[in-house]
Nanobody, 115 residues
Framework: QVQLVESGGGLVQAGGSLTLSCAAS????????MRWYRQAPGKEREFVAL???????NYADSVKDRFIISRDNAKNTVYLQMSSLKPEDTAVYYC?????????WGQGTQVTVSS
């Protein structure tokens, strides 16, 4: 079955950096689009970034030029490198993929940015 396990969250000061990882299993990782989303307290879950199987990436405007999504197909892992972090980046971060039209989510990892 599809499993996504995020890690790497934590507490960081504004302006700092953090790298999240999402380990995937249960499907052919190299052939799918992988996405990162986040959900701040009291807000809806929002798109952060995606990476296609080709390596093409796309970002939300709010994180463009600060976050980098990448993937290691040999390790079945997708990463989110976050830099110049702001308090408004505080959220639970989730990785996501779709299989046969259905979304699959990890359990999320908390990122807290202090001012």
């Amino acid at each position: 079955q599809v499993q996504l396990v995020e890690s790497g969250g934590g507490l960081v000061q504004a302006g700092g950096s953090l790298t999240l990882s999402c380990a995937a299993s249960g499907f052919t990782f190299s052939s799918v689009v992988m996405r990162w989303y986040r959900q701040a307290p009291g807000k809806e879950r929002e798109f952060v970034a995606l990476i296609q199987s080709s390596g093409t990436t796309n970002y939300a405007d709010s994180v463009k030029d600060r976050f980098i999504i990448s993937r290691d197909n040999a390790k079945n892992t997708v990463y989110l490198q976050m830099s110049s972090l702001k308090p408004e980046d505080t959220a639970v971060y989730y990785c996501q993929t779709r299989r046969y039209g259905s979304p699959y989510w990890g359990q999320g990892t908390q990122v807290t940015v202090s001012s």
